[in-house]
């Protein structure tokens, strides 16, 4: 019996389909070449393997513990955290507060965190979920609830900053989530 038109392109779709949404050690098992290229075009810290349950072997040397006082630098403005729920990032949702000023640490009135994005390079996806900005009652001070890590392993949380005084911005914290 032949199969019809309508049952292949399903299975193809199928294919294509699950190609797509595969983001695992799953589908890095299959094609470790592909998932190799892909780690060294996204940077320093993507040559660690990410989260596979029960395999995570933690992150690469010189990502910094989250802490107060942890520091990310845009070409014109700083963001340093002054808090983190939980304290040391984990899976699925975190809170944070970070404190936006000038690269000489003075307050900017003007300046805001217009998005956020977790991204984690290893793979090449997103936290799939946005994080929401609140302006807090100290000047220079904002909430960013719901930096969402799916998995153990190296993360970035991106910032995108803006200030009237001066040019947009944009400012990166390297984070590593191993619970």
């Not at 589908?27 to 075009?41: I, K, L, T, V, Y």
């Not at 395999?55 to 630098?73: E, R, T």
Request: charged content about 25%; overall charge negative; some cysteine.
């Amino acid at each position: 019996m032949k199969p019809s038109h309508t049952a292949s392109w399903f299975v193809l779709g199928t294919a294509l389909v699950c190609g797509l949404i595969a983001c695992g050690d799953d589908a890095d098992a299959h094609d470790e070449d592909a998932g190799q290229s892909r780690a060294r075009d996204a940077g320093p810290i993507a040559d660690m393997p990410a989260d596979a349950e029960g395999d995570f072997k933690g992150c690469p040397d010189g990502i910094p513990n989250v802490a107060p006082g942890l520091l990310a630098v845009g070409e014109r403005l700083a963001l340093k955290v002054v808090a983190a729920m939980p304290a040391e990032p984990e899976r699925y949702l975190n809170d944070w507060t970070v404190e936006l000023s000038s690269l000489d640490g003075s307050p900017d009135a003007e300046a805001e965190i217009v998005r956020g994005q977790t991204f984690m390079p290893v793979h090449g996806h997103d936290g799939r979920v946005q994080p929401r900005m609140k302006a807090l009652a100290e000047p220079g001070r904002f909430q960013v609830d719901g930096l969402n890590f799916t998995m153990r392993g190296p993360w970035e949380v991106r910032l995108w900053l803006r200030s009237g005084a001066q040019e947009d911005d944009y400012a990166v914290f390297h984070v590593c989530v191993a619970k």
